[in-house]
C-alpha cells in the first residue's frame, strides 16, 4: 500500500539502485538502461574456455552497467524491493532455452520439467537473512502459474568453501568439485528427468559444472541451465554465441494434463 511505501521511505528514503539518485527504487534513466540491457533474444553462453561438463546455457543479458549494480544491490544490499526488476531477465533466459532445446521443451510439454536453483552456502544465508536467486526464481516463474513448473529446492551443499571472488577459473573448479549433491527426500524428483538450474550469474561456468554433475550423478537425463547475466569478462564473450530465444511468454509450451509435477 503507498502509505506502507511513504512511511518507509521517512525511516529509510528509498535510492536508485543503479546511480544511488535518492527518491526511487530505480530512477528513471537507469530503468531505461536496465529495459535496454534486456537482451531481445537469449545468449547461448559458452566460457572460453569452456570446462568439461558445462551445460547447455542461457543467459538473458551482460553482467556490466545498471544490470550489474542492480543484481549486486538485490543480492548483497537486501534489497527484495528490486525483485520485479530483475523478473524479466529470468523470464527471458528461460523462454530462449525452451526455444532451441527440444529434450527441454517435450519435458514442458509433457509436464515432467523440473527447475531448481544452484545453491546457496549456510554460512552465505545466514549472512543475508534470506535467499535471494531463490526468491527471484520463484517469484519470476509465479506470474506465469499453470504454464511454468514450480521452482524445487533440489541440491544442496556439502562441504565448505571459499568465496569464489578473485579466483580464477582453475581455482574455481577445484573449490567447488564435489561441494553439491541432490537432497535426500527428492531423488525421485530428479532421476530420469530433465532439469533447468538456475543462477544469477555465469563467469567461468564452474558453479554450473559443479550443478549439473551432482544432478547427472542422481540420475537427472539431461540438465541445461538459465542465468541472469553473464560477465563480458576477456575472451569470455567471444564465447558466446547469439541464439534466436524469444521473451514472447506466448512462445511457451503448455504443459500436458498427464505426467506428473515435479515440484508434487
Given at each position: 500500500m503507498r502509505w506502507v511505501e511513504e512511511l518507509l521511505d521517512l525511516v529509510a528514503p528509498r535510492r536508485c539502485?543503479?546511480?544511488?539518485?535518492?527518491?526511487?527504487r530505480v530512477c528513471g534513466r537507469c530503468a531505461g538502461d536496465l529495459s535496454a540491457a534486456l537482451e531481445p533474444v537469449s545468449i547461448r553462453v559458452r566460457p572460453s574456455p569452456e570446462p568439461e561438463g558445462f551445460p547447455p546455457t542461457w543467459a538473458?543479458?551482460?553482467?556490466?552497467?545498471?544490470?550489474?549494480?542492480?543484481?549486486?544491490?538485490?543480492?548483497?544490499?537486501?534489497?527484495?524491493?528490486?525483485?520485479?526488476?530483475?523478473?524479466?531477465?529470468?523470464?527471458?533466459?528461460?523462454?530462449?532455452?525452451?526455444?532451441?532445446?527440444?529434450?527441454?521443451?517435450?519435458?514442458?510439454?509433457?509436464?515432467?520439467?523440473?527447475?531448481?536453483?544452484?545453491?546457496?552456502?549456510?554460512?552465505?544465508?545466514r549472512t543475508?537473512?534470506?535467499?535471494?536467486?531463490?526468491?527471484l526464481v520463484t517469484r519470476a516463474l509465479a506470474r506465469h502459474d499453470g504454464v511454468l513448473p514450480r521452482p524445487v529446492r533440489?541440491?544442496?551443499?556439502?562441504r565448505r568453501t571459499r568465496d569464489q571472488a578473485g579466483l580464477d577459473a582453475t581455482a574455481r573448479a577445484d573449490n567447488l568439485s564435489g561441494a553439491m549433491r541432490v537432497r535426500d527426500d527428492v531423488?525421485?524428483?530428479?532421476?530420469?528427468?530433465?532439469?533447468v538450474?538456475?543462477?544469477?550469474?555465469?563467469?567461468?561456468?564452474?558453479?554450473?559444472?559443479?550443478?549439473?554433475?551432482?544432478?547427472r550423478s542422481a540420475g537427472a537425463s539431461h540438465v541445461v541451465a538459465c542465468t541472469i547475466a553473464a560477465t563480458p569478462r576477456a575472451g569470455y564473450r567471444q564465447g558466446m554465441e547469439r541464439t534466436v530465444g524469444t521473451l514472447r511468454a506466448a512462445a511457451l509450451p503448455r504443459p500436458s494434463s498427464r505426467g506428473g509435477d515435479p515440484s508434487a
Open positions: 539502485a543503479g546511480c544511488d539518485a535518492a527518491g526511487a538473458q543479458g551482460i553482467y556490466a552497467g545498471v544490470l550489474a549494480q542492480v543484481l549486486r544491490c538485490y543480492k548483497d544490499d537486501d534489497r527484495p524491493d528490486l525483485v520485479q526488476c530483475c523478473a524479466p531477465f529470468v523470464r527471458g533466459a528461460l523462454y530462449g532455452c525452451l526455444q532451441e532445446d527440444s529434450a527441454v521443451r517435450d519435458a514442458m510439454l509433457a509436464g515432467t520439467l523440473a527447475v531448481t536453483i544452484v545453491p546457496s552456502s549456510a554460512r552465505a544465508l543475508r537473512g534470506r535467499d535471494p536467486l531463490w526468491d533440489l541440491l544442496r551443499v556439502t531423488g525421485p524428483l530428479v532421476d530420469g528427468r530433465v532439469v538450474v538456475f543462477d544469477d550469474i555465469v563467469t567461468t561456468g564452474s558453479t554450473l559444472v559443479e550443478a549439473a554433475r551432482a544432478l
